[in-house]
């Protein structure tokens, strides 16, 4: 049963609209499948399925269309699929009606309706960098785990591991995004899938090339896309341009955020997406 329509304070409503209408537009079922199991195995590879309980319950905060979800549901015993956006939960229900261990609530971060020590782990994939408080968002997800359940999170990368003249591309790229972010949804899905069709696609696809030449692209930008499908490249180009609130951090400052909501244990991923991060909770010994 739904959870009742309160959000809370730490939201921005602009973007949870436009993600409504992002994951309305773009529900992922027409992700290839063998694309989406990739997709799946980057996000999650420090994530321990392995160390679960049998009757291991979570939650996926801010599950959007439900593509990490449907992957998730299957390995656990009850899964809590949360998001602000009453329009992307819908979507997540539809993809998701036929598993009988999903439950759906409309929340924000700070009003998860499960009990604080109750869950058995959780995750939040490309969320919390877009919500105004994110360390605050990871505090609130954090406490509604049980002591030594792990947290796996994606927030974007403030790009600290890469060279100066990269940087100063990204900053070109946010004059875009902060341009096109104000545009309304018709003109962003134009806008960005133009920017898919003639930058996403071109510069993942010269990275293929070269990399097949032996050369190291680990600097070429977008090289990350290489192996991604045009439906995947619209999708994530409508999600980098089209969103009004975007925050990056350091490995560090992840770090940070991570120890302060009382996680240890942490682990990151060496390679691309950047930062993926998995952590545990700390018993009342360990903080």
């Keep these: 049963m739904d959870s009742p329509p309160p959000l809370g304070v730490n939201i921005d409503q602009k973007t949870v609209e436009g993600f409504g209408e992002e994951w309305s537009s773009y529900d992922q079922q027409d992700l290839d499948q063998a694309e989406h199991l990739l997709l799946f195995e980057q996000y999650f590879s420090t994530f321990p399925f392995e160390s679960l309980p049998a009757t291991?319950?979570?939650?996926?905060?801010?599950?959007?269309?439900?593509?990490?979800?449907?992957?998730?549901?299957?390995?656990?015993?009850?899964?809590h699929c949360i998001d602000p956006s009453a329009k992307a939960l819908?979507?997540?229900?539809?993809?998701?009606?036929?598993?009988?261990?999903?439950?759906?609530?409309?929340?924000?971060?700070?009003?998860?309706?499960?009990?604080?020590?109750?869950?058995?782990?959780?995750?939040?994939l490309g969320v919390l960098h877009h919500i105004p408080d994110t360390s605050r968002a990871m505090r609130d997800a954090v406490g509604k785990l049980k002591f030594d359940a792990p947290f796996l999170v994606y927030l974007y990368y403030n790009f600290d591991n890469r060279p100066r003249?990269?940087?100063?591309?990204?900053?070109?790229?946010?004059?875009?995004?902060?341009?096109?972010?104000?545009?309304?949804?018709?003109?962003?899905?134009?806008?960005?899938?133009?920017i898919a069709a003639l930058i996403y696609w071109p510069l993942s696809r010269s990275a293929t090339?070269?990399?097949?030449?032996?050369l190291?692209?680990?600097?070429?930008?977008?090289?990350?896309?290489?192996?991604?499908?045009f439906y995947s490249l619209r999708t994530d180009a409508l999600d980098r341009f089209g969103t009004p609130l975007e925050q990056r951090f350091s490995r560090a400052e992840i770090q940070a955020m991570m120890e302060a909501a009382g996680l240890v244990d942490i682990t990151f991923r060496e390679d691309e997406p950047f930062w993926v991060a998995c952590g545990r909770k700390a018993g009342p010994t360990r903080r």
């Design 56 to 79: 291991a319950e979570g939650f996926d905060l801010g599950c959007g269309s439900g593509r990490w979800a449907a992957l998730v549901a299957p390995r656990v015993a009850r899964l």
């Design 165 to 194: 003249w990269f940087r100063a591309l990204w900053l070109v790229s946010e004059l875009g995004r902060k341009t096109i972010s104000r545009t309304p949804f018709r003109m962003r899905k134009f806008l960005t899938t133009a």
């Design 209 to 214: 090339l070269l990399k097949r030449l032996g």
């Design 216 to 229: 190291d692209v680990s600097s070429f930008p977008l090289s990350g896309y290489r192996y991604r499908s």
């Design 90 to 124: 819908e979507v997540c229900r539809r993809r998701l009606s036929q598993a009988p261990n999903v439950s759906f609530h409309l929340a924000g971060a700070d009003t998860i309706p499960l009990d604080d020590l109750s869950q058995d782990f959780g995750y939040s």
